[in-house]
């Protein structure tokens, strides 16, 4: 049994998994689906600086800041004890383009080779680590939302916002990974 | 005199009852069923691979299927969540009926949404798996997080300058 988890989750169970975390949610408090609020629960808890978009009761929605301190012990349990003992597999094509682009590392989540505490100082740790960071939250607040707000509980709902936005998601995404990264790899 | 005391008191009265009721919002039994299923949603993230950059890097390229399947599945089982709570009026485990706020249309879900796009492609994270790499160990996200955060903070600080 533990040997079976321990393999990589097939995406229909990890997305029927996912998918069930709304009616959860609904049915523990009504509490809908999202996870980019939490960053702004914390920039009104810790430096809401006057800000009228941060004034406001954060902590009738504390239930938001516990379920993503569960989300990163979930995943130090999960890393720690149901770890998979095979190495990683990345798609043939991706690894191709990638490593003609300088990544040289295809071993863990993501390339240590530019996300590591040593090359934050370079130019390309910074943009991934840092300026990537600053757009994620920006843009999500800008959005009113992200994959879990817009593309997975807006969409059980069929918001149409939210298909728009998951629409751009995408968009920005793939332009990026196609006509960016390139550039940004290399320096 | 008399009558305006009296309704300090009771004024002084609700004050406590909202008081309790703002620690308690912050209670760790209060909150333990959304921790609960924040650590399952955490495991999840890990073993299907989703906290991964790669697996994000893939999903741009069309390379692989996985996380179109993911999202993809979790849409449909969505849908029919909230379509089987709406039809026989399902209601929380407290008894309360289950209302799920419409969203409204701004400009900010495209230049956001293009923005944020732009982040994924970048981090190779959406902010729920910012939170399961740090727990996974990546700890240089904590920077990311961080930077997340501040990215949030000035959205907060530009909002009525930008084009809604």
Known sequence: MLEFIKQPWAWYVAGALIGLTVPTLLILGNKTF????????????????????????????????????????????ASTFLKDPNAFVVAEKTKAVLQQNNVKDFSHIAPTD?????SILTLR???????????????????????SGHSIMGLSNLQLPSLIA??????????????VLPLILNF | MTNNNITKEVSDEFKSVAEINSTKEFSLVKNLKFLLVGIFFGI??????I??????????????FHMYGVIGTAVVVGVISVFIIKRFKIKTISGDDIKIEPKTFNKGQIYGGLIFGFGWALTGACPGPLFAQIGSGLTVVIVTFLSAVFGTWMYGYLKDKLPH
């Open chain 2, 44 to 49: 999840i993230f890990v073993k299907a691979e």
């Open chain 1, 34 to 77: 999202g996870i980019s609020s939490s960053l702004r629960h914390i920039c009104a808890a810790c430096f809401p600086s006057n800000i009228s978009y941060f004034k406001y009761n954060w902590k009738k929605e504390a239930w938001n800041l516990f379920f993503v301190a569960g989300v990163l012990i979930g995943a130090m349990i």
């Open chain 1, 125 to 147: 740790g910074f943009i991934f680590i840092v300026l990537g960071g600053f757009l994620v939250g920006f843009g999500t607040r800008y959005a009113g939302g992200c994959t």
């Open chain 1, 114 to 118: 530019i996300f590591s505490w040593e």
């Open chain 1, 166 to 179: 998951t629409i751009c998601f995408m968009t920005g995404g793939i332009f990026f990974t196609w006509f």
């Open chain 2, 51 to 64: 906290i991964s950059w790669f697996r994000i890097q893939e999903m741009f390229r069309f390379d692989s």
